[in-house]
Nanobody, 124 residues
Framework: QVQLVESGGGLVQAGGSLRLSCAAS????????MGWFRQAPGKEREFVAG????????DYTDSVKGRFTISRDNAKKTVYLQMNSLKPEDTAVYYC?????????????????WGQGTQVTVSS
């Protein structure tokens, strides 16, 4: 069992930066792939970024490549999403997720564990 708690969301102007954090509980954090998803009002939840259990592999949706960076610190049981050059279309609730299999853009099933989400609002 993994419990996830996100933090770091907020209001930022276009072009600004935010860093999201996701703190996990449980002894097996380092064995899980971690990821970030987002859901804008009226839209479906979408994949943003994923990272393997070791941190050696990452994946991003095309719209955030070059702007967002996912990373993890297994000793702190925390995964991060550094978001730079933010755009109004990045506005959404961002969710942290954990899964035994690698979280990536074309995965068929949804991750097993989810946080409650943190709001990111980018003003123009």
């Amino acid at each position: 069992q993994v419990q996830l708690v996100e933090s770091g969301g907020g209001l930022v102007q276009a072009g600004g930066s935010l860093r999201l954090s996701c703190a996990a509980s449980g002894r097996t954090f380092s064995s899980y792939s971690m990821g970030w998803f987002r859901q804008a009002p009226g839209k479906e939840r979408e994949f943003v970024a994923g990272i393997s259990w070791s941190g050696s592999s990452t994946d991003y949706t095309d719209s955030v490549k070059g702007r967002f960076t996912i990373s993890r610190d297994n000793a702190k049981k925390t995964v991060y999403l550094q978001m730079n050059s933010l755009k109004p279309e990045d506005t959404a609730v961002y969710y942290c997720a954990a899964n035994a299999g690698f979280i990536h853009t074309t995965m068929v099933s949804l991750p097993s564990y989810w946080g409650q989400g943190t709001q990111v609002t980018v003003s123009s």
